[in-house]
């Protein structure tokens, strides 16, 4: 691809305008904007979004592959839980994530409507 790239470039160069030229520089800018810049500012977006939110409990993947659950979170620590009681400390910018699977957790379940009308006291008819 890269011979390819080279090759257009050289022929704009000898007997295209420059014009053309600066047009195939600005849509590779752009391609590679779109397929390699972006995809990771937004995975490193979730990956902040995730850990400012994480808290005791949660089933989280570090840098180095180890699977565990929060014990404690600190400012710049969390401590995590590996075996029956086997406490590691990590940074948090080591956790990779959530573990595969792990569900994430909701402060309280939402009550559908059909629910919320039953926990609702009924009035007594004689």
């Not at 691809?1 to 305008?17: E, K, V």
């Not at 977006?45 to 565990?68: A, C, H, P, Y």
Request: charged letters at 30%.
């Amino acid at each position: 691809m890269h011979m390819n790239t080279l090759f257009i470039f050289l022929q704009a160069a000898q007997g295209g305008s420059s014009l053309s030229m600066w047009i195939m520089i600005g849509l590779i800018f752009v391609v590679m904007y779109f397929f390699m810049i972006r995809p990771q500012n937004k995975q490193r977006k979730e990956l902040q979004k995730f850990l400012d939110g994480l808290r005791k409990g949660d089933k989280v993947v570090t840098i180095g592959g180890i699977n565990g659950v929060v014990r404690e979170v600190k400012d710049t620590t969390v401590i995590v839980e590996v075996d029956k009681d086997v406490c590691i400390t990590f940074n948090k910018s080591a956790i990779q994530g959530p573990q595969a699977g792990a569900a994430p957790k909701k402060d309280e379940p939402k009550k559908d409507k059909k629910e919320e009308k039953n926990d609702e006291p009924k009035a007594e008819t004689k």
